[in-house]
């Protein structure tokens, strides 16, 4: 009888052994190739380890032998999409707006046949629900491994497949090589790439061609990619610049041309957070990403949390100012179910409900009868005065002016109004499954 006990993995054939591996983690197979040499060459295996670990995780969202025109190590493949992956999803800018204009309050990442895309996300201005999806930003991979990321500071190309030709062909006069860097797993900084587009060539980027563009916005040790060497070799300029004989001149025309560098940017850094929750769940039916017109004709988006104190709700081009209201936020996060009392009926039943145009068109011509949704459940709003928007509260100190209620409906959406009006502001979802919808 055979000793089970005795086995080892290295008993097992190369292909069963390389298949183990491959349902391991990067930092356990870099332990299993410190055990031996044999370890070292099955942990090595581009093709027979690291594209099946790609191919797996990720085969399904992006064309996984079509990064960096096919011409890439798969481990190296691995690390860079196993960061970038944690992009996929909708960003928020935070802290207050710099002077870029372009700056988009709410970007959404998505996967792209070889590449990770960044899109605006802008209300239509067409009196509809649709969203405008406009091309911001391109991450990709050159065929020599290195990290090329472009910027579009306005939206004047509407689809990426023009973006993307514009990137892969070098046509980026209109582009901004830029940096993403991670701040931890929910906060990026976007800054441009000044080290690419000085230093390390020497002359415009449009010149040329994006496979040959060096990032250095990774700190791994794969070549050419250290922003840690790039330090060293300034440092060891600017030294040798000032100990050598004419030094001193060296040294001013390295502050003038660093000055003229300061001159020419065309991006300054921005901070984007992730929304982690942009969808409701049964345990918290309200949260996520909304979209609704606070006047029946602009379309205004909306984000909802929950934390310990209640649930607040803003408006997206608000989040990155530290002094904006909220629109309503409440304490008392308890539902009222059906049936409800005539003086919370006649409350809902006696308001004009906001909706934009085509939204009310089309109820108007397919449910002439059913004026309002069916209500499922109540909330009260009982934020204070000092809490709501001023603008709308108006000046009156009357503590009511916070009240309200939220009305949730069977579909899953909800509106909400306040004491001081006589409307609702219907709102619908803007993401399902992970997808934006009405995206245009």
């Known amino acids: 009888m055979v000793d089970v006990d005795s086995f080892s993995l290295t008993d097992f054939p190369e292909d069963i052994q390389i298949s183990i591996l491959s349902f391991l983690s990067p930092k356990q197979i870099a332990s299993f190739a410190c055990t031996s040499k044999r ?33 890439i190590g798969y481990k190296l493949l691995y690390k860079t999409l196993d960061e970038w992956e944690n992009l996929i999803g909708f960003w928020r800018r935070s802290g207050e707006p710099t002077v870029n204009s372009s700056s988009p309050p709410l970007i959404h990442f998505e996967w792209g046949p070889s590449f990770v895309a960044a899109s605006r996300v802008c209300p239509s201005q067409n009196c509809t ?11 990709s991979l050159s065929s020599d491994g290195e990290i090329v990321n472009f910027l579009k500071l306005d939206g004047e190309i509407k689809s990426w497949d023009d ?30 790439n000044y080290a690419n587009y000085y230093q390390v060539h020497g002359k415009h980027l449009s ?38 004989p ?74 990155s100012s530290c002094s904006a209201a909220p629109v309503f936020w409440t304490s008392n996060t308890t539902l009222m179910e059906s049936p409800f009392s005539p003086e919370e009926e006649y409350l809902y ?48 100190t009357n503590p009511r002016q916070g009240e309200g209620r939220i009305w949730h409906y069977h579909d899953g959406t909800f509106g909400f109004g306040f004491f001081w009006d006589n409307f609702i502001i219907d709102l619908n979802p803007m993401v399902q499954d992970g997808c934006l919808l009405d995206a245009l």
């Open 163 to 192: 973006f993307v030709k514009c990137c892969q062909f070098g046509l980026v006069e209109d582009l901004v090589s830029v940096n993403v860097n991670f701040v931890g797993a929910c906060h990026v900084l976007v800054e441009e």
């Open 246 to 319: 004419g030094g001193d001149r060296a040294w001013r025309r390295q502050r003038r041309r660093e000055r003229e560098r300061l001159g020419k940017r065309r991006w300054e850094p921005e901070h984007f957070v992730k929304i982690v929750n942009c969808s409701p769940t049964p345990a918290r039916p309200l949260q996520g990403l909304w979209k609704g017109t606070s006047d029946g004709i602009n379309l205004v988006f909306y984000l909802v949390t929950y934390d310990v104190g209640g649930i607040i709700c803003r408006r997206v081009g608000d989040l």
């Open 39 to 71: 370890s070292v060459s099955l942990c090595s295996s581009d093709d027979k380890l690291w594209y099946p670990m790609c191919e797996r995780r990720w085969g399904s969202k992006t064309q996984i032998k079509n990064w960096g025109d096919g011409k």
């Open 129 to 139: 629900c649709n969203v405008l999806k406009s091309p911001f930003l391109w991450m």
């Open 349 to 396: 039943d006696s308001r004009i409900h906001y909706r934009s145009l085509a939204e009310a068109d089309h109820i108007h011509r397919h449910c002439p009868s059913a004026e309002n949704e069916v209500v499922s459940h109540i909330m009260y709003i009982n934020s204070s005065y000092d809490l709501v928007i001023r603008d709308s509260a108006g000046s009156s």
């Open 207 to 244: 010149q040329r061609s994006p496979n040959t563009v060096i990032q250095y916005s990774r700190g791994d040790d794969s070549k050419g990619s250290s922003g840690e060497c790039l330090v060293t070799e300034m440092y060891y300029t600017q030294l040798a610049n000032r100990i050598s």
